[in-house]
């Protein structure tokens, strides 16, 4: 049997659903082609939510095709299983492909119609919301369970992402789930963003004193080399490096830590400001260092003087016991940024030695034109890389979410989402459908009329990202056969909150205020730059009753300005004018701008 294709084409293309099994999704000027391996049957899945903000779409047409060009008949056999939830084309020879064309045009789109009008499938309907699980859970069983949690001291997961998981909500609310009520939960590495043009972690308060640059694997002109953090910093001999603790740090201080550094000196490159501390320096490769601290009792500053001009790559507390979740989120970030940064970024894990990786890119990539089964290998070659090295860490894929970026349709999320899901299936890893868990393409809308997304409608509020935490969690705790009421009662939650979503009420979400941050955009040189909140104390029932104007007031944007950039250039990157930069920002020196500075539009 050949490869063959199939081409959809119509208004349905903008809201497919990403489960299209045993297809690689390629957009090619107004088509979407399926190429579906040898032997592989055409499977069209459809899960709840992905089609009721649009209701009745069809496919003006479905053309099958043996290539890119050439047309054939489509397979005898089309079935509907509705208890599944999918319809498929499976034929049993080249022979089956020339079958009765017309016909399964005709069933394929009513298939579609069906699914339009909430008809086909029985969990289309809200009120049988289920959470979902991880695909292929037994292969996730084998890395993580609760026994396996149990049977260790510290078991530490870290997960990478983009603004979704920088901002530690989301990860925050996995961590609090996951961790043992007895034991604490540490965030693992941090490092300090807030020092880069970009914010975070909470609860940490950094500064530098003396000289220093740094780089990120999103703008790296001079290729320096960036670990799993996605930033470096480089300081100067003679400066100082001091961080902060106070109560909002969501990790535990401890009285062991590591410093990682990066220098082609290989003398003593820090030194850390507390008398009597032990020091044990640790050479990784040529050029990477571990600096090992124990300290006589747990501290919340800790500075230390730069000996040697070196790369800093981040801080890490080391609890004696207990969960590590750690986030290593970029805003604007995307899977072939680390992918550049491979050999790095896998050095570092392998010293780091997580018991789970976990990957949730494709939001910034859905807002561009990708080739599904291109971003497929490159994943899926990392990915390979990554498990060949590290065989012993169990890896979880997850997709993207339902997003509209500033009212815009994401034109690569199902080619993004395909490609993302192809790869875990390829090498045989864990899967979680971050998209069909919020409800599905077109999802989103609901979770807005809920109040769960900013105004931006790319990025979840603070309720929404707990929600999402929770599905991340429930899943977690399901596909690794955790027992107790904990796992249980957040079914319940899950189940109430979804269904009120997918209903369309939203009534029992609102608890509190949603938190009001200022957004970033796909845009990679705009950052979140959280709101701090005021100090008032607040009756919970008045928070329920803020005026609605004030929740839906447009958050201001900020832009942090470049090595190059001139006030005119800034204005044609953020669609302003000199003009009004000049007046919001109050410039005295419109023609004088500091790398660095933040910039209101």
Not at 30 to 58: I, M, S, T
Not at 92 to 112: K, T
Not at 162 to 191: C, V, Y
Not at 379 to 399: H, R
């Amino acid at each position: 049997m050949a490869d063959h294709y199939i081409s959809l084409r119509g208004p349905f293309v903008d809201f497919l659903p990403g489960g299209f099994h045993g297809y690689c999704l390629v957009q090619h000027r107004d088509d979407f082609y399926f190429h579906r391996p040898a032997g592989v049957p055409f499977v069209l899945e459809c899960q709840a939510g992905y089609f009721d903000h649009h209701a009745g779409l069809g496919l003006h047409c479905v053309l099958p095709r043996k290539n890119k060009t050439d047309f054939v008949n489509p397979c005898a056999s089309f079935t509907i299983n509705s208890m599944v939830h999918r319809a498929s084309i499976r034929p049993a020879d080249d022979s089956a492909i020339q079958g009765p064309y017309r016909a399964a045009l005709y069933l394929l789109s009513v298939l579609i119609a069906c699914i339009g009008s909430g008809k086909l499938f029985a969990q289309s309907d809200p009120s049988g919301y289920e959470p979902i699980t991880i695909e292929r859970s037994e292969v996730l069983r084998s890395f993580f369970s609760e026994d396996l949690l149990l049977s260790k001291s510290c078991y530490k997961i870290i997960h990478f992402g983009d603004s979704h998981i920088q901002g530690d909500i989301i990860t925050g609310e996995i961590r609090k789930n996951l961790k043992r009520e007895t034991h604490p939960a540490g965030t693992g590495l941090i490092f300090p963003l807030s020092l880069c043009g970009s914010f975070g972690p909470a609860g940490v308060k950094s500064s530098i004193s003396g000289n220093y640059t740094w780089s990120t694997y999103l703008k790296n002109p001079e290729n320096r080399p960036i670990g799993v953090c996605g930033y470096e910093i480089s300081l100067q001999a003679g400066a100082s490096m001091r961080f902060g603790f106070n109560e909002s740090f969501k990790g535990s201080l401890a009285k062991q830590f590591d410093v990682w550094i990066y220098s082609a000196d290989d003398s003593e490159h820090l030194e850390l400001a507390v008398p009597g501390a032990g020091l044990n320096r640790e050479k990784i490769d040529n050029n990477l260092y571990l600096y090992h601290f124990s300290i006589d009792s747990v501290r919340s500053v800790l500075e230390f003087s730069i000996k040697r001009n070196c790369s800093f790559w981040g801080l890490e507390f080391l609890p004696e016991h207990g969960l590590i979740y750690q986030q290593n989120g970029l805003v604007g970030a995307q899977f072939h940024h680390l992918i550049k940064s491979k050999e790095d970024i896998i050095g570092q894990l392998s010293r780091l030695n997580p018991d789970m990786i976990v990957f949730s890119y494709g939001t910034n990539e859905a807002y561009s034109n990708v080739d599904s089964l291109a971003y497929q290998k490159k994943v899926a070659s990392f990915l390979g890389d990554l498990a060949e090295k590290m065989p012993q860490t169990g890896i979880l894929v997850t997709n993207a979410p339902d997003t509209r970026s500033s009212g815009r349709i994401p034109a690569g999320q199902m080619a993004v989402n395909a490609g993302l899901a192809n790869a875990a299936h390829q090498l045989n890893l864990p899967f979680f459908d971050w998209n069909r868990a919020m409800g599905g393409w077109g999802s989103l809308y609901k979770w807005e009329k809920s109040n769960l997304f900013l105004s931006d409608l790319l990025h979840f509020n603070k309720t929404g990202a707990f929600l999402v935490g929770d599905l991340f969690s429930y899943a977690f705790l399901e596909s690794g056969n955790f027992t107790g009421e904990k796992r249980e009662n957040l079914k319940t939650s899950i189940k109430t909150r979804m269904n009120d979503i997918l209903k369309g009420s939203g009534k029992a979400l609102i608890t509190k205020e949603p938190e009001v941050k200022k957004q970033d955009s796909v845009a990679q040189a705009t950052v979140i730059i959280p709101e701090k909140k005021a100090k008032e104390k607040t009756a919970p029932s008045a928070q329920l009753k803020v005026p609605k104007k004030k929740q839906e007031k447009p958050p201001v944007r900020i832009y942090v300005v470049k090595n190059g950039d001139n006030l005119g250039a800034v204005a044609r990157k953020v669609k302003s004018t000199i003009a009004k930069l000049v007046k919001l920002n109050q410039l005295k020196s419109p023609d004088k701008l500091s790398i660095g500075q933040k910039l209101r539009y």
